[in-house]
């Protein structure tokens, strides 16, 4: 499918939806959990469908019928590997997340996992090795340390170190040591994007578990605790947010974004704080944040807790006078695709002048010009592109549109409401 994006100028309110990671994590624990939980404001999209046929795989009943709150029937920590391999499509945060699950299931029993060629290319190495530090069997199939994987109980407790390029390795360890036997000790010898990490803290601290946490470097978890149900709302998505935030920084006449808690640990209410070091107009209320579009200066933004945000802060750096420098994130080399050079390749076709780093972009004040470009089935770099279009005298059209459904499925109606002149188009 195809994402024809036109220059556009953004004014009205728009409502967050709900974050994907709070979603798939309260998806696991209401599985994992026992009794019945409510989820409320869930979002429905690729990745969280993922979650939801996996837990159901492993035996947690999930009405999901209506969108306002879908309700989980947990296992009790008592999970049965299904006989069939389980796909978790598009989604790294399921496959991780569930791969600790899997690893609680009785000795000798397997859960084998695939999902689409991105979720094949990336790596998961350190997590087997630390699931298999404490107890499971844990073997990539192809033997590159990426998926299919098949986990085999049973997790045990114990130590491990890992090194956490992705913070999903260390969130998986964190979600199911709980459940095992005995203790479990993590040392952490490297951690990137720890605002998520403190997002699976923040779930844990609800469900009142027992852990001790040495500043993200070590952490020591009680075994043979539980996890219980509950009824809670999902907050809205930060990440999702970004777009808007930038799009609104770029070509808004005042656009409020409603729904967002800066009080929750998601990493990605940092771009308030990049836009705001770049010069834009935002100011926030009981009601919201409403954003206008001002002259942006280039600035030096290191990025190691937000690789999410790496696509849209590079089209809006593009506009921006002078040099920007997005850097300090090599983790988003290892998401869907490698987002540093694929930004880099799809921003040059538009004439913008962009150097890659090992661990980012610098990106100069370019005069873009409209092309046909390729979001590389990267649902953030598909609708990164799409805001780019909306500064440009001609359309862009983007390939590969259909990755949007995989996080944010309704950005394309949303946009719309706001002003912008988007259409997606069917098969290319």
Not at 66 to 78: A, E, L, M, Q, S
Not at 101 to 129: K, N, V, W
Not at 245 to 266: E, I, M, N, P, W
Not at 384 to 409: N, Q, Y
Request: hydrophobic share 40%; proline share 5%.
């Amino acid at each position: 499918m195809q994402l024809v994006s036109r220059k556009s100028r953004l004014q009205g309110t728009v409502s967050i939806p709900a974050s994907k990671s709070h979603t798939i994590r309260a998806v696991a624990l209401a599985s994992l959990a026992d009794g019945e939980s409510l989820i409320r404001n869930p979002l429905w999209s690729g990745d969280s469908e993922a979650a939801v046929n996996c837990y159901g795989a492993f035996g947690a009943q999930i009405d999901a019928s209506d969108p306002t709150v879908w309700k989980v029937t947990g296992i009790g920590g008592r999970v049965v590997p299904p006989k069939q391999t389980v796909d978790v499509l598009n989604s790294g945060t399921t496959l991780r997340i569930a791969m600790g699950s899997a690893a609680l299931a009785e000795p000798g029993q397997t859960t084998t996992f695939t999902g689409d060629h991105q979720i094949q290319s990336r790596p998961i190495g350190p997590l087997l090795d630390s699931l298999q530090d404490l107890g499971a069997t844990c073997v990539s199939v192809k033997g590159n340390g990426k998926a299919p994987v098949q986990v085999t109980g049973q997790l045990k407790g114990g130590a491990t170190s890992i090194e956490a390029k992705t913070s999903q390795y260390l969130t998986s360890l964190l979600m199911c040591a709980p459940l095992a036997a005995g203790d479990t000790e993590i040392n952490v010898t490297l951690l990137n994007e720890p605002g998520y990490a403190q997002m699976t803290l923040d779930w844990l601290d609800k469900q009142g578990i027992v852990y001790e946490n040495d500043r993200m470097r070590r952490f020591r978890v009680q075994g043979g605790q539980s996890y219980r149900a509950f009824d809670l709302p999902v907050p809205a998505d930060f990440s999702s947010a970004t777009f808007f935030l930038c799009g609104a920084a770029l070509f808004g006449d005042g656009v409020t974004l409603k729904g967002l808690d800066f009080a929750d640990s998601q990493p990605d209410k940092a771009v308030v704080d990049y836009l705001r070091a770049m010069g834009a107009e935002i100011t926030a209320a009981d009601d919201g944040i409403t954003v206008k579009a001002s002259s942006l200066k280039g600035v030096e933004i290191d990025m190691n807790a937000t690789p999410d945000a790496l696509p849209a802060m590079a089209v809006t750096a593009a506009f921006a006078e002078g040099t920007t420098r997005l850097v300090n994130v090599p983790q988003a080399r290892t998401k869907e695709t490698d987002r540093i050079a694929c930004m880099a390749e799809e921003l040059a076709k538009m004439g913008a002048q962009v150097e890659e780093l090992p661990d980012g972009l610098v990106v100069h004040h370019s005069k873009l010009r409209a092309a046909h470009l390729d979001g590389r089935s990267d649902h953030r770099i598909v609708m990164a592109l799409a805001l780019a279009a909306l500064g440009l005298d001609e359309p862009c059209t983007i390939e590969t549109a259909e990755a949007i459904k995989v996080t944010f499925p309704a950005f394309v109606n949303l946009m719309r409401s706001l002003g912008a002149d988007m259409e997606i188009k069917g098969q290319s």
